[in-house]
């Protein structure tokens, strides 16, 4: 069978552009080097785009694995909805202790507001969002703008400062955390190995509530009600440390959810997530 077709465009094309290099760390006892990996989805026809949104994406997997990629299906539900979406590698423990993680991060958000145009990016509209370790990163990097020791590497002439940040159950506060209490919570090896030699000091120094001012960027918090592996302890900490201050911040538990849980991906948060950052 022949047929004409009459297709009229009722939405943007997305294409994906892989394994772009946006730092270089020392790797193999630092004698030699790793190029850090980013992904971003954004539309096909970028010629006259306007700028929009971009969400940097951080995957969890309690500080010792990470896939960039992993998440992609998910993040299209934004992508779709107007929004780049940048998915990004960082150094897990086995890499470096902290702050590697965040150094990569922040290097990422530079990297990506020094080529915002190539991927129809808003510089001023960068927002980080992550699950569980990448919840930890995410609010991190939201609460550090204008820490100097977090910004090393290339991009410098860019601030790594986001517009806001989303935490989905991320550790806030590694001072109160101490050995497993059950046997699903983070246990304190894969802690100490995140945190490094030196615990006492790299607990304070990567605990996002200590960073938390009035200048602070707005935060979206969510966390699962039945989360046994990190405590919601840790999302309350935030939420009540950013209301003190004066910073906005959106505070969504979901019912019955636990760690990682398919609750936290449906299209109803998700929707949640997208009013967030089309507030600003």
Not at 166 to 180: K, N, Q, R
Not at 204 to 218: F, G, H, I, L, R
């Amino acid at each position: 069978m022949k047929q004409l077709l009459h297709v009229e465009k009722t939405r943007e094309v997305q294409v994906l552009a892989e394994n772009i290099s946006y730092s270089r760390v020392g790797d193999w006892y630092d004698c030699t080097w790793q190029d850090m990996k980013l992904d971003v989805i954004c539309p096909k026809e970028r010629n006259g785009h306007a700028l929009q949104p971009c969400l940097v994406w951080i995957c969890g997997g309690a500080f010792i694995t990470e896939r960039k990629d992993i998440w992609a299906p998910e993040m299209m539900y934004y992508a779709d909805r107007g929004v780049t979406v940048a998915l990004v590698d960082y150094r897990t423990s086995d890499k470096g202790a902290f702050p590697a993680a965040l150094i990569d991060i922040k290097a990422a958000i530079r990297y990506l507001k020094a080529h915002a145009s190539d991927f129809c990016i808003d510089p001023a509209r960068i927002f980080t969002i992550g699950e569980s370790a990448g919840g930890t990163l995410s609010t991190l990097a939201g609460v550090t703008a204008g820490v100097p020791e977090f910004d090393r590497g290339e991009w410098l002439e860019e601030s790594s400062s986001v517009a806001g940040a989303v935490d989905i159950y991320g550790l806030t506060d590694f001072s109160v955390l101490s050995a497993a209490a059950n046997e699903d919570a983070v246990p304190s090896w894969q802690m100490a190995a995140f945190l490094g030699a030196d615990l006492k000091t790299a607990a304070k120094k990567a605990s996002a509530v200590n960073y938390v001012t009035e200048d602070t960027c707005p935060f979206l918090i969510l966390h699962g009600s039945a989360d046994t592996t990190v405590p919601i302890a840790q999302s309350e900490a935030l939420y009540e440390k950013l209301t003190a201050a004066g910073v906005r911040a959106d505070y969504f538990v979901i019912e019955g959810a636990g760690h990682g849980d398919v609750l936290l991906y449906q299209d109803e948060v998700k929707a949640r997530v997208l009013n967030f950052i089309r507030s600003f």
